[in-house]
């Protein structure tokens, strides 16, 4: 059996309910409903595509990443032979230190031993303050002396309740702020899928591209609506949704379908009162 597109089904129940019920203007239909369905495998194969472009900048991206932390990696080490040298010249220096307290003042080698504790500290401070400059750039905490209290890791934030998740992201849609509202949605979506809010957060992430003019995302998104929550109260929207996004693709042929079947659906409802006049401003 053939796979079908998810958004296929759409033109499959428009082709069902109005070859049945529409009579003589039945093989018109049928063209429509092929240009529809036409619309749709072309919209779901750029998605298809822009999925799979995202999926080669994710590898690409994770492969960046990798290096970066073998790079780092790799530098930490450097870092910790750094600190290894200096606490080895330090040695050395306080062995120099107590040999010249044990030689005394008229030790005949004093001098020579003075002149390398201040080549050995010179070096010491040079290396100290080079350590220093790159623990600055890279940020990366010095180790703790002995004996020193270690910070506890904070507590992880609490999860956000399930009100709090979707009222944030309602908030960004109402700012104008698309993309904080479409994270916000689809985090919601996945933390709370059962959720009596989740076909309500589903057609406010089709919202999200509408408001951007990114219509065939939209009607994908608007699809899923449909699809997942038959039974839910956004259906009638997000199918007339779908009628003015098409209208925003210039698509006067499918939109004209859709804005149908929304009155034939849903006849006593404010979307089908919409989808009658804007039948009207197709005629």
């Given at each position: 059996?053939?796979?079908?597109?998810?958004?296929?089904?759409?033109?499959?129940g428009?082709?069902?309910?109005?070859?049945?019920?529409?009579?003589?203007?039945?093989?018109?239909?049928?063209?429509?409903?092929?240009?529809?369905?036409?619309?749709?495998?072309?919209?779901?194969?750029?998605?298809?595509?822009?999925?799979?472009?995202?999926?080669?900048?994710?590898?690409?991206?994770?492969?960046?990443?990798?290096?970066?932390?073998?790079?780092?990696?790799?530098?930490?080490?450097?870092?910790?032979?750094?600190?290894?040298?200096?606490?080895?010249?330090?040695?050395?220096?306080?062995?120099?230190?107590?040999?010249?307290?044990?030689?005394?003042?008229?030790?005949?080698?004093?001098?020579?031993?003075?002149?390398?504790?201040?080549?050995?500290?010179?070096?010491?401070?040079?290396?100290?303050?080079?350590?220093?400059?790159?623990?600055?750039?890279?940020?990366?905490?010095?180790?703790?002396?002995?004996?020193?209290?270690?910070?506890?890791?904070?507590?992880?934030?609490?999860?956000?309740?399930?009100?709090?998740?979707?009222?944030?992201?309602?908030?960004?849609?109402?700012?104008?702020?698309?993309?904080?509202?479409?994270?916000?949605?689809?985090?919601?979506?996945?933390?709370?899928?059962?959720?009596?809010?989740?076909?309500?957060a589903?057609?406010?992430?089709?919202?999200?591209?509408?408001?951007?003019?990114?219509?065939?995302?939209?009607?994908?998104?608007?699809?899923?609506v449909?699809?997942?929550?038959?039974r839910?109260?956004?259906?009638?929207?997000?199918?007339?949704?779908?009628?003015?996004?098409?209208?925003?693709?210039?698509?006067?042929?499918n939109?004209?379908?859709?804005f149908?079947?929304?009155?034939?659906?849903?006849?006593?409802?404010?979307?089908?009162?919409?989808?009658?006049?804007?039948?009207?401003?197709?005629?």
């Amino acid at each position: 059996m053939n796979h079908i597109g998810p958004m296929r089904w759409v033109a499959v129940g428009i082709a069902a309910v109005m070859i049945a019920g529409i009579g003589p203007i039945g093989c018109a239909t049928r063209r429509d409903v092929t240009t529809i369905d036409t619309r749709i495998s072309e919209i779901e194969l750029r998605d298809a595509e822009e999925r799979r472009r995202r999926e080669e900048f994710a590898r690409s991206r994770e492969s960046t990443e990798q290096a970066l932390r073998q790079q780092a990696a790799s530098t930490r080490a450097q870092i910790d032979e750094v600190r290894e040298e200096v606490r080895a010249l330090g040695g050395r220096i306080e062995e120099i230190q107590h040999g010249l307290r044990q030689q005394g003042p008229a030790a005949e080698n004093g001098d020579r031993l003075k002149e390398k504790l201040a080549r050995l500290e010179e070096q010491n401070t040079y290396i100290a303050q080079r350590l220093q400059r790159i623990e600055q750039h890279l940020k990366i905490e010095p180790p703790a002396a002995p004996g020193s209290r270690i910070k506890p890791e904070a507590s992880p934030a609490k999860a956000a309740s399930e009100a709090e998740l979707y009222a944030k992201a309602r908030q960004a849609f109402e700012k104008g702020d698309m993309a904080a509202a479409r994270k916000g949605f689809d985090e919601f979506l996945m933390t709370y899928p059962g959720s009596e809010n989740a076909d309500n957060a589903q057609f406010w992430v089709g919202e999200t591209f509408f408001q951007e003019k990114q219509f065939e995302k939209a009607i994908l998104e608007y699809q899923k609506v449909i699809e997942k929550y038959p039974r839910g109260n956004k259906v009638p929207s997000a199918l007339l949704k779908q009628g003015l996004a098409f209208l925003g693709l210039k698509d006067r042929v499918n939109s004209r379908l859709i804005f149908e079947e929304v009155v034939r659906k849903f006849p006593n409802t404010s979307e089908a009162k919409t989808a009658s006049e804007k039948l009207k401003e197709l005629k």
